[in-house]
């Protein structure tokens, strides 16, 4: 039984050698283009998802944001199969690092909200003092937004890290339990195995969600500033 609850959320070494580009870079193999005149189911599967997924997030989007299209589908996907890494056995998740998170929201943020002030400045602008706000008012209101401002790519990355952080710490506690059990009182073990079950099938909506959301939530940022 593993003793420290957080041992699997340590990055992997060998050698003294960090292995977390390695175990980012493994989703990607996934990922199969073909070269077939006619395709696959799993290269049909995989286009219409595809289509789907720019369908929902650029429907609202001008000319100049749906340029962000490729970007923001490359990122939902390096991010669901980070996700659903994480759930196979003897896998690190690099998703439940907020160094990474950050390293991904902050630049994204960045990037909308640089866009925002070279295309859309006077509106980017107004967002920091409503219109009608009293004049006593104004510099509370200023520092208020300009903070909210700063907070998004916090925001973003933790909420990532705790959700796909959470699972983990859950399925890991359910699992020691069901040891335990099992070398104790063998039929009890049966209802921690069928929680772990429908926890895993949970945990597989969540990564999905999780990737879904953060990058929603990036492509409404660049909605507001494009």
Same mark, same amino acid.
């Given at each position: 039984?593993?003793?420290?609850?957080?041992?699997?959320? *340590?990055?992997?070494?060998?050698?003294?050698?960090?292995?977390?580009?390695? @175990?980012? %870079?493994?989703?990607?193999?996934? =990922? @199969?283009?073909? $070269?077939?005149?006619?395709? $696959?189911r799993f290269s049909s599967l995989q286009q219409w998802? =595809?289509?789907?997924?720019?369908?929902?997030?650029?429907?609202?989007?001008?000319?100049?944001?749906?340029?962000?299209?490729?970007?923001?589908?490359?990122? =939902?996907?390096?991010?669901?199969l980070n996700n659903l890494l994480g759930l196979t056995?003897?896998?690190?998740?690099?998703?439940?690092?907020?160094?990474?998170?950050?390293?991904?929201?902050?630049?994204?943020? %960045?990037?909308?909200?640089?866009?925002?002030?070279?295309?859309?400045?006077?509106?980017?602008?107004?967002?920091?003092?409503?219109?009608?706000?009293?004049?006593? %008012?104004?510099?509370?209101?200023?520092?208020?937004?300009?903070?909210?401002?700063?907070?998004?790519?916090?925001?973003?990355?933790?909420?990532?890290?705790? $959700?796909?952080?959470?699972?983990?710490?859950?399925?890991? %506690?359910?699992?020691?339990?069901?040891?335990?059990?099992m070398s104790i009182y063998l039929s009890s073990s049966? =209802?921690?195995?069928?929680?772990?079950?429908?926890?895993?099938?949970?945990?597989?909506?969540?990564?999905?969600?999780?990737?879904?959301?953060?990058?929603?939530?990036?492509?409404?940022?660049?909605? *507001? *500033?494009?």
């Amino acid at each position: 039984m593993n003793q420290n609850l957080f041992a699997s959320f *340590n990055m992997p070494v060998i050698l003294g050698i960090p292995l977390i580009t390695l @175990i980012i %870079l493994f989703p990607t193999m996934l =990922i @199969i283009p073909s $070269n077939k005149l006619i395709n $696959n189911r799993f290269s049909s599967l995989q286009q219409w998802l =595809i289509q789907l997924t720019l369908k929902q997030m650029m429907m609202t989007h001008s000319t100049k944001g749906r340029t962000w299209s490729l970007m923001l589908l490359a990122l =939902i996907t390096f991010i669901a199969l980070n996700n659903l890494l994480g759930l196979t056995p003897y896998a690190f998740t690099p998703t439940t690092q907020l160094s990474m998170n950050l390293g991904m929201a902050i630049p994204l943020w %960045l990037a909308t909200v640089l866009t925002g002030l070279r295309f859309k400045t006077k509106m980017s602008l107004a967002h920091f003092l409503p219109q009608g706000t009293p004049i006593p %008012l104004i510099p509370m209101l200023i520092v208020i937004e300009t903070i909210s401002l700063f907070i998004q790519p916090i925001a973003l990355a933790v909420r990532l890290t705790a $959700n796909i952080t959470a699972g983990h710490l859950l399925m890991h %506690l359910l699992g020691d339990t069901t040891l335990t059990l099992m070398s104790i009182y063998l039929s009890s073990s049966v =209802i921690t195995v069928i929680i772990i079950i429908l926890l895993i099938t949970l945990e597989l909506g969540v990564a999905l969600i999780q990737a879904y959301v953060f990058t929603l939530l990036v492509s409404l940022y660049l909605h *507001n *500033n494009s």
